[in-house]
Every structure is written in structure tokens, then in C-alpha cells.
């Protein structure tokens, strides 16, 4: 389990009606951990050139248990990269339709080593629409 005594910046970084920043801690700050390595692109990171993934740029070129596969994988190895304590057990890729077009949506299944307590993330590839 994640140390409830780690707290970084919380997502979404807006300030709160008090003028403060949000904090996670906990299960909220691995399960924010484990989204940033998803998504974020390899190459973005300025001195972490090699972590990251292309998965964003994949996803549309392929459909159903082929890009679930493919979305695992790459998942577990941005994963690995950026936070080498948990492990990537599933991803599945769902398209939804919204009123501007197909958004894809990832739903993870992951596990911190040493714990028996399943994550489970559900989140939007912001700007992969079709």
C-alpha cells in the first residue's frame, strides 16, 4: 500500500474556494501515479527521454482484443518504467460516443507489490477521439 505519510499535488491542479492546492496521499496518490504513466508520451519528460508510452497514438489504428493486448502491454512497461512498484494486471479499452465524436476510455486493473488490494482506474484518453 501506498505510504499515507507521501502526499504530492492533487489532480485536478485548481486551487479550492479556500485559495488552496488539492493533495493526494495514499491509494489517491498511487492511483494518480499510475494514470500520469499511462498517459503520458514517450519523449515528454525533459530529462526522462526514454519514459513514457506511444499508446495514444496507437489506439485507433487498432479494435477489440487486439488493442486490449497492445494497451496492456504498453501500459505495464510505462508503468515499470515510472513507478516500478506496481504491477499492470489488465487494461481494456472502451469506446463511448459523445456528442463530439467516439472517445476512448481506459479502465485498468493494477496491484502495488506486497499488497493484496486490488486498483482499479477508469479515465479518458483526453484528446483521442476518432
Not at 485548481?14 to 489517491?28: I, K, L, Q, T, V
Not at 530529462?47 to 506511444?54: H, P, R
Amino acid at each position: 500500500m501506498a505510504s499515507d505519510t507521501e502526499r504530492a499535488p492533487g489532480w485536478p491542479w485548481e486551487r479550492d474556494a479556500g485559495g488552496a492546492w488539492p493533495m493526494a496521499s495514499g491509494n489517491d496518490l498511487l492511483a494518480q501515479e499510475v494514470k500520469q504513466a499511462i498517459l503520458i508520451g514517450r519523449g515528454e519528460r525533459p530529462m526522462l527521454k526514454d519514459v513514457g508510452s506511444t499508446l495514444s497514438r496507437l489506439l485507433f489504428s487498432l479494435e477489440g482484443e487486439q488493442r486490449d493486448a497492445v494497451a496492456t502491454e504498453y501500459s505495464r512497461q510505462a508503468v515499470h518504467q515510472s513507478v516500478p512498484r506496481v504491477y499492470v494486471d489488465a487494461v481494456v479499452i472502451e469506446e463511448t460516443t459523445t456528442n463530439t465524436g467516439t472517445q476512448l476510455v481506459a479502465k485498468v486493473d493494477y496491484r502495488e507489490t506486497g499488497s493484496a488490494i486490488p486498483g482499479h482506474l477508469e479515465f479518458p484518453f483526453e484528446g483521442a477521439q476518432a
